[in-house]
């Protein structure tokens, strides 16, 4: 049988008093708070999470998070919507799709697609 290499848990908090979503790129933490709408950005700050920013995004029930190089998704299932987002300072709409299923309420990215 081969040898599993150990594994390391770490536990942050994370401000978002309504987090539904979360989803790290490197050692940047984003969280969607889908009460308060807003996604918050952290970054890794020795053994806590230091807030790097927080964006509004009015009227988006986010469910779901993924991030690529330049963008970011958010499905929302009340609106039955993917969208994608540029990485910019307000983390701007590029495009919105109609969810394949009924209710999204995960995403992932794989790197590639």
Known sequence: ?????????????VPAKNATALVWKGERLWAADWVAQTLSEYKLAGDRLEAVRT??????????LAVGKDRLWICD??????????????????ASYSSPG????????????
């Not at 609106?79 to 590029?94: F, H, Y």
């Not at 009924?102 to 697609?113: Q, R």
């Open 1 to 13: 049988m081969a040898r599993q290499a150990p594994v390391t848990v770490r536990s942050y908090t």
């Open 77 to 94: 299932p009340w609106k039955k919507t993917i969208q994608e987002r540029n990485l910019d300072e307000t983390l701007s709409l590029r």
């Open 102 to 113: 009924a209710k999204p309420s995960g995403l992932h990215f794989d790197g590639k697609y």
């Open 55 to 64: 964006v509004r995004i009015p009227g988006a029930h986010m469910t779901g």
